[in-house]
Protein backbone atom coordinates (compact mmCIF):
# COMPACT_ATOMS: atom_id res chain seq x y z
CA UNK A 1 0.00 0.00 0.00
CA UNK A 2 1.67 3.16 -1.11
CA UNK A 3 1.14 6.34 1.54
CA UNK A 4 0.81 9.49 -0.40
CA UNK A 5 3.95 11.83 0.99
CA UNK A 6 4.39 15.35 0.85
CA UNK A 7 7.10 17.33 -2.06
CA UNK A 8 8.13 19.02 1.19
CA UNK A 9 8.79 15.91 2.93
CA UNK A 10 10.33 14.65 -0.08
CA UNK A 11 13.40 17.17 -0.11
CA UNK A 12 13.53 17.32 3.54
CA UNK A 13 14.17 13.40 3.41
CA UNK A 14 16.25 13.67 0.93
CA UNK A 15 18.01 16.45 2.03
CA UNK A 16 18.92 15.13 5.39
CA UNK A 17 19.33 11.56 3.31
CA UNK A 18 22.47 13.43 1.81
CA UNK A 19 23.76 15.05 4.44
CA UNK A 20 23.83 12.19 6.51
CA UNK A 21 25.61 10.28 4.16
CA UNK A 22 28.86 12.28 4.34
CA UNK A 23 29.49 12.71 7.95
CA UNK A 24 27.09 10.84 10.65
CA UNK A 25 27.00 13.84 12.63
CA UNK A 26 25.29 15.75 10.25
CA UNK A 27 21.24 16.05 9.76
CA UNK A 28 19.06 18.91 7.92
CA UNK A 29 16.91 20.89 10.58
CA UNK A 30 13.69 22.20 8.93
CA UNK A 31 12.41 25.40 10.11
CA UNK A 32 10.07 24.17 13.04
CA UNK A 33 13.37 21.52 14.46
CA UNK A 34 15.54 24.14 13.97
CA UNK A 35 13.37 26.81 16.15
CA UNK A 36 13.16 23.70 18.36
CA UNK A 37 17.02 23.26 18.79
CA UNK A 38 17.28 27.25 19.77
CA UNK A 39 15.16 26.92 22.65
CA UNK A 40 16.92 23.85 23.74
CA UNK A 41 20.32 25.73 23.56
CA UNK A 42 19.68 29.64 24.42
CA UNK A 43 17.01 28.40 26.97
CA UNK A 44 14.90 31.46 26.10
CA UNK A 45 11.38 31.68 27.07
CA UNK A 46 9.64 33.13 24.21
CA UNK A 47 7.71 36.66 23.96
CA UNK A 48 8.27 36.79 27.69
CA UNK A 49 12.18 37.93 28.33
CA UNK A 50 13.56 35.55 30.23
CA UNK A 51 16.24 32.99 29.83
CA UNK A 52 15.53 30.10 31.46
CA UNK A 53 16.85 26.76 32.62
CA UNK A 54 15.49 23.08 33.46
CA UNK A 55 15.85 21.63 37.06
CA UNK A 56 14.22 18.82 39.20
CA UNK A 57 11.29 19.09 36.59
CA UNK A 58 10.28 22.52 36.73
CA UNK A 59 11.27 25.82 35.22
CA UNK A 60 14.12 27.86 36.82
CA UNK A 61 14.76 31.89 35.87
CA UNK A 62 18.28 32.13 34.86
CA UNK A 63 17.18 35.70 34.38
CA UNK A 64 14.89 38.12 33.00
CA UNK A 65 16.08 40.28 30.23
CA UNK A 66 15.56 44.13 30.76
CA UNK A 67 12.60 45.74 29.68
CA UNK A 68 10.53 42.62 29.05
CA UNK A 69 7.17 41.60 30.42
CA UNK A 70 9.07 38.98 32.75
CA UNK A 71 11.15 41.81 33.98
CA UNK A 72 7.96 43.91 34.77
CA UNK A 73 6.70 41.64 36.42
CA UNK A 74 8.82 41.29 38.61
CA UNK A 75 10.54 37.68 37.61
CA UNK A 76 14.14 37.21 39.52
CA UNK A 77 17.04 34.75 39.24
CA UNK A 78 16.16 31.09 40.55
CA UNK A 79 12.70 31.68 40.53
CA UNK A 80 10.73 28.62 40.13
CA UNK A 81 8.07 28.69 37.80
CA UNK A 82 5.58 25.61 38.06
CA UNK A 83 2.64 26.80 36.36
CA UNK A 84 1.83 28.23 33.48
CA UNK A 85 -2.00 29.70 33.18
CA UNK A 86 -3.07 28.00 35.81
CA UNK A 87 -1.81 24.37 34.60
CA UNK A 88 1.52 22.67 36.31
CA UNK A 89 3.96 22.43 33.86
CA UNK A 90 5.86 19.58 36.51
CA UNK A 91 7.44 16.85 34.99
CA UNK A 92 7.46 18.35 31.01
CA UNK A 93 10.59 19.01 29.36
CA UNK A 94 11.36 22.61 28.43
CA UNK A 95 10.30 22.29 25.12
CA UNK A 96 6.82 21.03 26.18
CA UNK A 97 6.94 24.46 28.53
CA UNK A 98 7.77 26.48 25.88
CA UNK A 99 4.63 25.19 23.57
CA UNK A 100 2.07 25.58 26.27
CA UNK A 101 3.36 29.23 26.81
CA UNK A 102 3.15 30.12 23.43
CA UNK A 103 -0.54 28.04 23.15
CA UNK A 104 -1.03 30.29 25.93
CA UNK A 105 -0.68 33.49 24.79
CA UNK A 106 -2.62 32.99 21.17
Not at 70 to 75: D, I, N, P, V
Amino acid sequence: MWKKVSDQALIEAAINGMLTSLDPHSSYMNPKSFEEMQVQTSGEFGGLGLEVSQEQGVIKVVSPIDDTPASKAGLKPNDLITHINGEAIVGLTLQESVEKNARAGQ
